[in-house]
């Protein structure tokens, strides 16, 4: 499960750096920002010494460089800006949210035939039995604002349940459910139509909690018959097709960077 975190002082210093230092960046974050890598796998290549700046080796993660000016390279190939990629797919239930899957499960990376995947990350997830809005990209760094608890940034799910649910119950989702040594909460939990033998709500969280929804119906007695993301923000699954992707508008593009702080 992944650990809530808040935005260090170290980490809003180093933003506010970058941004008086224009293109300046460590060189860790260079390589994340370049699309090359994760700032995690940056900073190994960096110790191991297989990055180079201007054809001098470093292993300084504290080095700061010119993302527009200085040659950066890995193993002596250098490492250019890749085009970034936006996407959004409309995950069909059945399918792990992972690259690679140890147990040999089909993957959502599946619906991503034919586009050119090697630096292209989900993200967040969706667990295998739900369905709906996934973004990818190979934008890094707008990858971790979003993923950050700090952007609470809004989701809604509808989902049905079997049984009939009750205002009380839905109240009790907003104002908090103790489960598993934590509490759990949503932003809302409403009724969106309901027949004789199950009901389907919507619900919005702003925080990514282990399979929060999931977690929450089952403390109050109800089966998740089906789960599926409708939105992120304002960016709306509308009516893609199951299994299909397709591109961010520049619109929802700018949205998401304005959203979670990145400069034009």
Known sequence: MRQKRSTTTRDMASRKKEGDAGKRVTIARALSKLGYCSRTQ???????????????????????????????????????AEEKVYL??????????????????????????GIDTTHLSPVGRLDKASEGLLLFTNDTVLAQRLLDPESHLGKI???????????????????????????????????????????????????????????????L???????????????????????????LTAEEIAYLRNRTGIEP
Request: net charge neutral.
């Open 88 to 113: 959004m797919l409309n995950k069909p239930r059945g399918l792990v949210t992972t690259r690679h899957d140890p147990e040999g499960r089909p993957t959502v990376f599946e619906c991503l035939d």
């Open 221 to 247: 007695g109800f089966d998740v018959l089906r789960l599926l993301r409708v939105s992120i923000g304002t960016i709306a699954l509308g009516d893609l097709p199951k299994g299909a992707t397709r591109a």
């Open 42 to 80: 940056a900073e190994k290549l960096v110790l191991e010494g297989r990055v180079s700046v201007a054809g001098r080796k470093t292993t300084d993660l504290t080095l700061w460089v010119d993302i527009d000016k200085d040659r950066i390279a890995v193993d002596g190939k250098a490492v250019l």
């Open 157 to 219: 799910y509808h989902v049905q349940v079997a049984g009939q649910i009750e205002d009380g119950q839905l109240a009790r989702m907003v104002s908090g459910i103790d489960e598993g040594g934590e509490t759990l909460r949503a932003v809302r939990a409403t009724h969106l139509r309901g027949g004789d033998k199950n009901s389907w709500i919507e619900v919005e969280l702003d925080e990514g909690r282990n399979r929060q929804i999931r977690r929450m119906l089952d403390a």
